[in-house]
């Protein structure tokens, strides 16, 4: 009992939650209404265990990271590390194994592995990309908050892609399909930047170890104020493209919509960007990092409201 505590922070649960919140509201609130009454009786169970494959390998690449980050830890956040203190490295990569194989069975079990195969190795790529960004690509300038990034958007990607084969589901044939395919690139470019913009504040936040053990982010390469500058360029991208979402839903009438948006969204990246101006210290980069995790969180919340519109 005493080291489930322990385990639960080397697997992040509340990003677990929040991979699980993600796709749960993209099936109900968005792929259910869009489908009214023509959803298979066998779907729910398939996408539960896609779900749980998620998760599996969400957890899998958080503990390879903690696996590869215990020197860069300790002088980042020593109150806070799991590994070596509280768990073994040798356990910590027979987790990371486990959960890696029952992720990838259980997303052959999600897809229907035959008619859906490409599924299946693009998330066996996943694994592979979250244990090279972890060893290797983290260290390195942009491409592990790319690779992330793309990991973060592609758990909103594959619930799309697994009720369709790549043929149809972007095909003409069905307008259902071209509207949930629009719906997908809309959430999944959005948590696209988000996570954009959240690696880049981290890599501030955590410049002390990594300058220590050479690695090359965008601050250390860079410097902070180019680093900011980066952040702002897309924190005006992804105001300006909401902002033009919500004049285009006004025809709609969706005013309770355009409202959550503005106040929820817009207003806290605005507010991120004033704080990014002024802040200093690892402590205001931290602020920021969790501001910007909260901004994901109402951006996929909003899902909610196609629930209540479509």
Same mark, same amino acid.
């Given at each position: 009992?005493?080291?489930?505590?322990?385990?639960?922070?080397?697997?992040?649960?509340?990003?677990?939650?929040?991979?699980?919140?993600?796709?749960?509201?993209?099936?109900?609130?968005?792929?259910?209404?869009?489908?009214?009454?023509?959803?298979?009786? &066998? @779907?729910? #169970?398939?996408?539960?265990?896609?779900?749980? +494959?998620?998760? $599996?390998?969400? *957890?899998?690449? /958080?503990?390879?990271?903690?696996?590869?980050?215990?020197?860069?830890?300790?002088?980042?956040?020593?109150?806070?590390?799991?590994?070596?203190?509280?768990?073994?490295?040798?356990?910590?990569?027979?987790?990371?194994?486990?959960?890696?194989?029952?992720?990838?069975?259980?997303?052959?079990?999600?897809?229907?592995?035959?008619?859906?195969?490409?599924?299946?190795?693009?998330?066996?790529?996943?694994?592979?990309?979250?244990?090279?960004?972890?060893?290797?690509?983290?260290?390195?300038?942009?491409?592990?908050?790319?690779?992330?990034?793309?990991?973060?958007?592609?758990?909103?990607?594959?619930?799309?892609?697994?009720?369709?084969?790549? &043929? @149809?589901? #972007?095909?003409?044939?069905?307008?259902?399909? +071209?509207?949930? $395919?629009?719906? *997908?690139?809309? /959430?999944?470019?959005?948590?696209?930047?988000?996570?954009?913009?959240?690696?880049?504040?981290?890599?501030?936040?955590?410049?002390?170890?990594?300058?220590?053990?050479?690695?090359?982010?965008?601050?250390?390469?860079?410097?902070?104020?180019?680093?900011?500058?980066?952040?702002?360029?897309?924190?005006?991208?992804?105001?300006?493209?909401?902002?033009?979402?919500?004049?285009?839903?006004?025809?709609?009438?969706?005013?309770?919509?355009?409202?959550?948006?503005?106040?929820?969204?817009?207003?806290?990246?605005?507010?991120?960007?004033?704080?990014?101006?002024?802040?200093?210290?690892?402590?205001?980069?931290?602020?920021?990092?969790?501001?910007?995790?909260?901004?994901?969180?109402?951006?996929?919340?909003?899902?909610?409201? $196609?629930?209540?519109?479509?």
């Amino acid at each position: 009992m005493a080291l489930i505590k322990p385990f639960l922070r080397l697997i992040r649960w509340p990003n677990l939650v929040f991979i699980i919140l993600t796709q749960v509201l993209f099936e109900l609130c968005i792929y259910r209404p869009v489908y009214a009454g023509f959803v298979p009786d &066998h @779907n729910t #169970f398939q996408f539960v265990m896609l779900v749980i +494959a998620s998760v $599996f390998i969400a *957890a899998a690449g /958080y503990i390879i990271n903690d696996y590869f980050d215990i020197n860069i830890d300790l002088v980042n956040k020593p109150g806070k590390m799991v590994l070596v203190k509280k768990l073994s490295r040798r356990w910590a990569l027979a987790w990371h194994l486990c959960f890696s194989v029952a992720g990838i069975i259980c997303t052959a079990i999600a897809v229907n592995f035959f008619s859906r195969w490409y599924l299946v190795v693009a998330n066996i790529i996943c694994v592979f990309l979250l244990w090279f960004y972890s060893a290797r690509f983290k260290k390195d300038l942009l491409i592990g908050n790319i690779i992330v990034s793309v990991l973060t958007a592609w758990t909103i990607l594959i619930v799309f892609l697994s009720k369709y084969s790549l &043929h @149809n589901a #972007f095909g003409n044939a069905d307008p259902g399909q +071209a509207r949930l $395919f629009r719906f *997908a690139i809309l /959430y999944a470019g959005f948590a696209f930047v988000i996570s954009l913009i959240r690696e880049a504040i981290k890599d501030i936040e955590d410049m002390p170890g990594d300058e220590k053990f050479s690695c090359k982010t965008m601050p250390i390469v860079w410097g902070i104020n180019a680093t900011k500058v980066y952040i702002t360029i897309w924190l005006t991208i992804v105001t300006v493209v909401l902002l033009i979402i919500q004049f285009y839903i006004l025809q709609f009438s969706w005013w309770l919509a355009v409202i959550y948006c503005f106040v929820f969204i817009v207003l806290p990246l605005l507010h991120i960007f004033r704080k990014l101006v002024k802040a200093q210290s690892t402590q205001d980069y931290h602020q920021l990092s969790n501001y910007t995790k909260g901004v994901m969180l109402t951006g996929i919340l909003s899902m909610l409201f $196609f629930y209540i519109y479509l």
